[in-house]
C-alpha cells in the first residue's frame, strides 16, 4: 500500500494452503482491501500486475475457472465498503514493491499461523568502510621473506583507493 504522500506500507502475506498464481492474485487484492477498510481509508486507487484478475473484476472477462468465482465475489463486496475507488492493471516491473514483499513473505520461515513478522528496509548510501571508523589503522605483520596477506591488496584499495 502506498499512502498519498508515497509512503509505503508494507505488508506481506505468506499463504498456508495450496492456491493457483491467479488465487494468490484474487487474495492480495481481498488482504489489501481489508487493511485499508482497518485504516479508514474511504477512497482508493488500485494497480495490480494481473490483467485477469483486473479486468475479471472490472467485468471486462469472464471468470472460468470456478474456484476464482468466490474470490471474486469477496472483492466486489469489500470494494462495495468504498466511497470511491479505480482498479486498474499495470506492468509487472512497475509493481517493484509488491514484488519485493512477495520475496520476503516467499522465503520467511513463519511456520505458525498468525505468527507475525516485521522487516525493516534501509538504503543505504555510502559503504561500510566509509563512517566513523573508517579512521581505524589496520595493520598486518608478515615474516622476512615471506608475500603480505592475502587481503593486502583489497586493504589498500579501501585505505586509499590504489591498485597495486
Do not use: H
Request: net charge positive.
Amino acid at each position: 500500500m502506498v499512502s498519498p504522500a508515497n509512503d509505503v506500507i508494507p505488508i506481506a502475506y505468506k499463504l498456508g494452503f495450496e492456491f493457483t498464481n491467479n488465487m494468490t492474485k484474487y487474495k492480495a487484492l481481498i488482504l489489501g482491501l481489508k487493511v485499508a477498510s482497518l485504516l479508514d481509508i474511504r477512497e482508493l486507487q488500485i494497480y495490480g500486475d494481473s490483467q485477469l484478475v483486473i479486468n475479471q473484476v472490472n467485468d471486462i472477462y469472464n471468470i472460468k475457472y470456478e474456484k476464482l468465482c468466490p474470490y471474486k465475489l469477496i472483492v466486489i463486496y469489500l470494494l462495495n465498503e468504498f466511497d470511491r475507488y479505480t482498479i486498474k492493471n499495470i506492468l509487472i516491473k512497475n509493481n517493484r514493491y509488491a514484488d519485493a514483499m512477495v520475496s520476503v513473505a516467499s522465503l520467511a520461515p513463519i511456520e505458525i499461523e498468525d505468527e507475525e513478522m516485521i522487516f525493516k528496509f534501509k538504503k543505504l548510501s555510502t559503504p561500510s568502510y566509509v563512517t566513523k571508523y573508517s579512521e581505524i589503522k589496520i595493520y598486518y605483520v608478515t615474516k622476512a621473506g615471506t608475500s603480505p596477506l592475502w587481503y593486502a591488496n583489497i586493504y589498500s584499495y579501501l585505505k586509499d583507493q590504489t591498485i597495486p
